[in-house]
């Protein structure tokens, strides 16, 4: 079987849709020797940022010497993106390999695609003999295939209503589901601020006999500078002086994401998991997390962010204004279908100047008629171009005479005009 094939296979078990609950997955890691007891791992849930999370994490542990292993979803262009030794992807080999030894179980069991995936993660970091691994939730946490594991840390970032059908609708329903990644004994570090989502993990770390651990705006962290390129912010951890550092990822709530696994690397410092810290600050100067706030200048100037609910809609907007006060941009958007659509046009409206609506290629795309529908009701400017190449196209010769516009939404629609513009992830 080569990587191809072997591709072909895996997103064909998108049929099986997704299955939460855990029986499946923890059979499967049975049968493979249950290969994610064999390192720490550093377990990260969260509506948004814990993506931009693990990868800070990963950058600060790889420049301190240690073998990192990451799995995160979804991906924006290669599948191989999910898997990461020492910020490098796996191997095609790798992959063939493991649909090869392992289809005729997936197929029997009804394995779906993400279980798939996490097995494949936690086999190639067994074989890798990484140090510490780093595990993000797919959705929720509760039920998600990852919570097999027992960390070393639980790390809970910033929480809002999404996946409402799945999740629930209120913030109580998703604090629950996220907390339940949360283990007998396990530390806790959250940058959650909601009051309503503070109580429900505060009490399940009670139930569980564990500490929890909260980042605090100002308190812990201090955001100095944003720029087009980076983010300079302050942190200290109980009384400690505060020590100022840098990310090359932009915005506000990178600050926070960075700060977050400042926390979490001190933390695992505090439980012997780690002991070399000393070089954090260089590895936050050099994360790679592309499609987030990603400038992309070869013969194009675009920003590129997957901003696809109204939270990550709001950081989007609030990063514009700070580096770009005043101004309005072209936008290219295609998302997803949602019930919060209102919500999103809302940010959306704020750094508009003409939007550009698309459809990326999946069944999950939004309804049309929704969006111009809000569009209408935001009073924004629109242009509907159901391609997402070829509203890109439209956006380029929209955006002639400005500095730069926008490309926003889904995974599928940021990875779709990647491919076809070769940019690299």
């Known amino acids: 079987m080569n990587y191809q094939e072997a591709l072909d296979f895996l997103l064909n078990l998108e049929l099986f849709g997704v299955k939460l609950g855990l029986t499946n997955i923890t059979k499967f890691l049975n049968r493979l020797g249950n290969p994610q007891d064999c390192y720490p791992v550093v377990h990260i849930a969260g509506t948004n940022g814990k993506g931009s999370t693990a990868a800070m994490i990963e950058a600060m542990l790889v420049e301190n010497g240690y073998k990192v292993g990451k799995f995160t979803s979804p991906h924006l262009v290669d599948y191989k993106e999910r898997f990461r030794i020492n910020k490098r992807k796996v191997s095609e080999e790798f992959v063939a390999d493991f649909v090869a030894d392992h289809r005729d179980r997936i197929r029997k069991d009804r ?107 100002e308190k812990n962290y201090r955001v100095e500078d944003v720029s087009m390129l980076s983010t300079k912010f302050s942190y200290s951890r109980n009384s400690d002086p505060p020590r100022t550092f840098e990310t090359n990822l932009s915005g506000a709530h990178m600050a926070e994401n960075a700060a977050l696994g400042l926390l979490t690397v001190d933390v695992l410092r505090d439980a012997g998991i780690v002991d070399n810290t000393d070089m954090s600050g260089e590895g936050l100067r050099n994360v790679h997390w592309p499609g987030r706030f990603q400038v992309v200048e070869n013969g194009i100037r675009a920003i590129f962010d997957v901003a696809h609910n109204p ?89 002639v005479d400005d500095d730069y516009f926008i490309v926003t939404g889904s995974h599928f629609t940021v990875g779709e005009i990647f491919r076809s513009r070769g940019v690299q992830t």
Not at 204 to 212: D, E, L, M, P, V
Not at 315 to 324: M, P
Not at 341 to 354: D, N
């Open 111 to 217: 394995i779906t695609f993400f279980e798939t995936a996490t097995a494949l993660a936690f086999q190639l970091f067994k074989e890798e003999k990484v140090d510490i691994a780093i595990a993000e939730v797919g959705l929720g946490g509760r039920l998600d295939a990852t919570n097999v594991i027992e960390p070393s840390i639980s790390v809970i970032t910033q929480l809002a209503l999404d996946h409402l059908k799945v999740l629930g609708n209120t913030m109580e329903k998703i604090a629950t589901e996220k907390a339940g990644i949360i283990k007998k004994g396990v530390p806790v570090v959250t940058s959650a601020t909601d009051a309503r989502a503070i109580d429900v993990l505060s009490d399940f770390a009670n139930q569980r006999k564990t500490s929890i651990e909260r980042l605090l705006l």
């Open 311 to 399: 939270h990550g809609m709001k950081a989007l907007a609030e990063n514009l204004e700070a580096v770009f006060p005043g101004e309005r941009f072209v936008v290219v958007l295609g998302v997803l279908q949602r019930r919060d659509f209102s919500s999103l046009f809302e940010q959306i409206a704020r750094f508009t100047r003409k939007l550009i609506i698309c459809r990326p290629k999946t069944p999950r795309a939004a309804i049309m008629e929704e969006l111009v529908q809000n569009a209408i009701a935001g009073r924004i400017e629109f242009a509907v171009v159901e391609d997402a190449v070829m509203a890109f196209g439209v956006a380029e010769k929209e955006a």
